[in-house]
């Protein structure tokens, strides 16, 4: 119950730092909306404020969006130092990838954000998301604004540049990528940081020899790639992705000397953000901003990464080895922090329904006791 009271304060910390009593309440009118992990928290489906005060909350008033982040880092920070699993320092994952929010219709005021990107129109984020131990933690990102602008490898460098130090120190840090990620600029850069990586490779990759990946027979071996300097580890494993009917083979790479059986094990960890992606989405509806300004958009980000985080501590609360229920996660949180919402919204249920209740002969009296 720790991890509980930890997501109280943080939700406390937040609204303590909005700097009057009528943003207090829309905060927590956009936290409720986002913590019934329905997908759907559009600002006209709030009981609380009305979709236009909560659309000036987002687009108008002065709120500090990166003081929200610093309160969130921090108390990420407070519970990672406490992990701490007998023997050897443990790993952390940092696991890169692009996602894609597609959009439709015109914004204007950000409209050299979005672009299409495989056939997707939308904004594109470049993710950098934190693996260790059962935490799950969506760090920062970019958007990628296509070409002629910094490739989703570079802005990947950028985000693991800025990693703080005490993570560094407190964990052995693995970078997970997938192909996007496996240029040289990418690879050089993560050694310069005295770090590994292991990324996915095309299969067509060009050794110094003349030779190509697929001309390898034998998983493990040492090799140098065009353009790097430094010999990498080849491996590869079959892949059998939705809709497909046969497995696919997929190569990774390593720049720390490993086994191919383990080169294979850290690469299949990488998907573990496909996940978070879909989670995001579909329950916390990352995708589902309508704001017209780029600052409207910015804080929909990340206020929607927020509710994802509180709702995996009300996983992790729960003590429980099944799959998340994140409607049932993101319940508890409700209930530890926001238990004045969750009571207003039930009364006015009650009233709403009062006389559908009288009809079958049921009168609801409610009177406040004394404590």
């Known amino acids: 119950m720790k991890i509980l009271a930890h997501a109280q304060a943080l939700i406390y910390q937040l609204l303590d730092g909005m700097p009057s009593a009528y943003q207090r309440q829309s905060l927590k009118a956009l936290l409720e909306l986002f913590l019934k992990a329905q997908g759907a928290p559009l600002p006209e489906h709030s009981q609380l404020k009305s979709a236009s005060a909560l659309s000036r909350f987002l687009t108008v008033y002065s709120w500090s969006v990166r003081q929200v982040i610093r309160h969130m880092r921090q108390a990420i920070r407070q519970e990672l130092k406490r992990y701490r699993p007998r023997g050897r320092r443990p790993h952390l994952q940092v ?213 994802f985080i509180l709702a995996h501590w009300g996983y992790l609360s729960l003590e429980t080895e099944a799959l998340p229920d994140w409607a049932e996660a993101a319940a508890v949180v409700l209930a530890a922090a926001l238990a004045d919402v969750l009571v207003y919204l039930l009364l006015a249920d009650i009233e709403r329904k009062r006389p559908l209740l009288q009809q079958q002969g049921i009168e609801v009296q409610i009177t406040r006791c004394k404590m």
């Open 95 to 307: 696991i890169l990838d692009m996602t894609t929010l597609e959009k439709r219709g015109k914004f204007k005021a950000f409209s050299d954000l979005i672009s299409v990107f495989h056939g997707k129109r939308g904004v594109h984020l470049v993710v950098l998301y934190l693996v260790v131990g059962p935490w799950r933690v969506p760090w920062s990102f970019r958007v990628y604004r296509g070409k002629g602008q910094p490739s989703a490898a570079q802005l990947g460098l950028t985000l693991v540049r800025q990693l703080p130090k005490w993570l560094k120190r407190a964990f052995k840090v693995r970078v997970l990528a997938d192909t996007a990620f496996g240029s040289v600029d990418f690879l050089q850069g993560i050694r310069q940081l005295k770090l590994h990586a292991i990324t996915g490779v095309r299969y067509d990759r060009k050794l110094t020899d003349g030779r190509q990946l697929f001309q390898l027979h034998k998983p493990g071996q040492r090799v140098y790639l065009q353009g790097l300097s430094c010999p990498v580890t080849i491996a590869w494993f079959y892949l059998k992705r939705d809709g497909q009917k046969q497995r696919s083979k997929r190569y990774v790479l390593s720049t720390a000397p490993l086994k191919a059986s383990t080169i294979v094990w850290w690469g299949r960890h990488r998907w573990q953000i496909e996940g978070f992606f879909k989670t995001a989405k579909h329950r916390f509806g990352l995708h589902r901003f309508g704001q017209q300004t780029l600052l409207g958009m910015y804080r929909w980000l990340v206020l929607s990464l927020v509710a």
